[in-house]
């Protein structure tokens, strides 16, 4: 079975300042990796995957993130944070991606201060 | 394109109540999944469905079950409501099935905000 563990429950962060989110997940075959983001009140929007390939992979609104297999991590950076990053980020794994199913880690509500 | 599109937003029920969510996906897409978010279990999933058969379930009771349309529309059905069925449900569709390379992205839906009382 797959798990996913985001290590830390909430980051606060100034404005304009670095942040990285953990996120590690436990598998005994190949997964394929996601970043969602949820703003209040809405639902879950992409923010980049891993399916193949290179390892550091790029998203929307300036997010990154690299796979490194053998710490099987997934974590996810941005070098300057806005306010409008304010939201909860959720780090989530599938074993296909052909399928519906994802493993969810349980959130990091990022908080950007002025 | 419209997205995802659940109904309705927001409801309130009480308990042994039954409920039905409604959920359109985005035109074309096949597949539908639905999950539960709540803040002690964070999102778990339900079930997926993919040309009006179920193909994946999830850890929940017989109490929730869902089915699929011709025209890919899904509803989920929670039956003698609990207080902890009160949660956000959300419902995902995907390229799933359909030509081109498949980048396992699922698109939601604002969701749906059940109440039990």
């Known amino acids: 079975a797959q798990s996913v563990t985001q290590l830390d429950s909430q980051v606060p962060v100034f404005e304009e300042a670095p942040v990285e989110l953990r996120c590690n997940y436990s598998?005994?075959?190949?997964?394929?990796l996601f970043w969602y983001v949820q703003y209040p009140n809405q639902g879950l929007q992409l923010l980049l995957k891993?399916?193949?390939?290179?390892?550091l992979v790029k998203g929307i609104n300036g997010f990154e993130a690299e796979f490194n297999k053998s710490q099987t991590s997934f974590h996810l950076r941005k070098p300057s944070v806005h306010i409008s990053d304010t939201a909860e980020y959720f780090c989530a794994v599938s074993i296909s991606s052909n399928t519906g199913k994802l493993i969810f880690g349980q959130g990091t509500t990022l908080q950007v201060k002025p | 394109k419209a997205g995802v599109t659940q109904t309705p937003r927001y409801l309130i029920k009480t308990r042994g109540q039954q409920v039905t969510l409604s959920c359109s996906p985005i035109s074309g897409h096949r597949s539908v999944s639905w999950y539960q978010q709540t803040p002690g279990q964070g999102l778990q999933f339900l079930f997926e469905?993919?040309?009006?058969?179920?193909?994946n379930k999830g850890n929940f009771p017989g109490r929730f079950s869902g089915r699929q349309f011709s025209n890919s529309r899904s509803e989920m059905n929670v039956s003698t409501l609990e207080l902890g069925d009160s949660a956000l449900y959300l419902c995902a569709s995907s390229t799933k099935g359909l030509a081109g390379p498949n980048t396992g992205e699922l698109f939601f839906g604002e969701g749906s905000r059940l109440t039990v009382l």
């Open positions: 598998s005994s075959v190949s997964v394929y």
């Open positions: 469905y993919f040309s009006e058969t179920q193909r």
């Open positions: 891993y399916l193949s390939g290179s390892t």
